[in-house]
């Protein structure tokens, strides 16, 4: 309609480091490579990424933040938004507030997307006090429409071992969110590393070699740009071959280099039209499905 601006905005809640691309550094930089204004919302802010070494950690106080997403809700603005994407949190005390917003942005525009990237942990175990990844499962993820976990997180969430494909489609589907991207998910060829996603009946496995040592930040840059590629109204497959190819390439140059942190600046090309290719293939869903 002639005189009403797109919705189009993405509201980033996240981790923010000086140094370095993940958290807020590579969601944003993604969504608005691929022509999405963002709002971004720092739950943290440290120096560089905890796997570089100790650092200061700056979280804001729980009723500050809460009052900084209270503002965002009241914002006259809030008709342009058309996602909310949130991570990494500080603090447990930060989930109802985003849960508050996610729930406003939904009232103003109920065709918005809430993607949640359950940010707890890996293959070592949780690394967020348990508190904060509870919080995420009751408070955020049965809010959301999409969820990106990698398997370890699902595992936890899940609360079982999930070591094959099959049993990890079986606990994605009986999560909360109606649609869920697994990163780390095992390929079917040596060496290599797959996303599985499962979304409006249908799911997908994009796999690629995997790389030895690679820097930190892919899975908020998978989740940045899946959630960019659907709002482009691409379909899930083609968001999910996307979305594997740019994120492999990312990494894949970023090794060449022997940098300890992904380039976006440099290789903002491969994020909207990456030359690498992902070995795409439908997934038969579990029975019952």
């Keep these: 309609m002639d005189g009403v601006p797109r919705r189009r905005a993405v509201v980033v809640i996240s981790s923010h480091v000086a140094r370095g691309s993940v958290g807020n550094r590579a969601s944003v930089f993604a969504l608005e490579t691929l022509g999405h204004p963002v709002w971004a919302v720092p739950t943290v802010m440290l120096p560089w990424h905890p796997g570089h070494g100790p650092a200061t950690r700056i979280v804001p106080p729980a009723a500050d933040f809460a009052a900084f997403m209270r503002d965002l809700e009241e914002a006259p603005w809030l008709g342009e938004v058309a996602a909310v994407l949130s991570g990494y949190l500080g603090e447990a005390a930060?989930?109802?507030?985003?849960?508050?917003?996610?729930?406003?942005?939904?009232?103003?525009?109920?065709?918005?997307?809430?993607?949640?990237?359950?940010?707890?942990?890996?293959?070592?175990?949780?690394?967020?006090?348990?508190?904060?990844?509870?919080?995420?499962?009751?408070?955020?993820l049965p809010l959301a429409d999409i969820a990106t976990p990698n398997r370890y997180e699902l595992a936890w969430l899940a609360g079982e071992k999930l070591e094959t494909l099959e049993a990890l489609a079986d606990a994605a589907l009986r999560a909360a969110p109606p649609a869920m991207l697994v990163t780390s998910a095992p390929g079917s060829a040596k060496n290599s590393i797959a996303n599985l996603l499962l979304m409006s009946g249908e799911a997908y496995l994009a796999e690629h070699p995997a790389i030895e040592d690679p820097a930190k930040g892919p899975g908020d840059l998978t989740a940045a740009l899946l959630l960019a590629w659907l709002l482009r109204g691409a379909s899930p497959a083609e968001a999910l071959r996307r979305t594997t190819a740019a994120v492999f390439e990312a990494l894949a140059r970023t090794a060449e280099r022997g940098a300890d942190e992904l380039m976006l600046e440099t290789d903002a090309k491969s994020l909207s039209r990456p030359t690498a290719t992902a070995q795409m293939r439908p997934v038969p869903l579990p029975r019952g499905a």
């Design 94 to 140: 930060q989930a109802p507030a985003v849960a508050s917003l996610v729930r406003r942005v939904k009232a103003k525009n109920p065709e918005a997307l809430y993607l949640c990237d359950p940010i707890i942990g890996d293959i070592g175990g949780l690394y967020v006090p348990k508190a904060v990844a509870a919080a995420m499962r009751e408070d955020l």
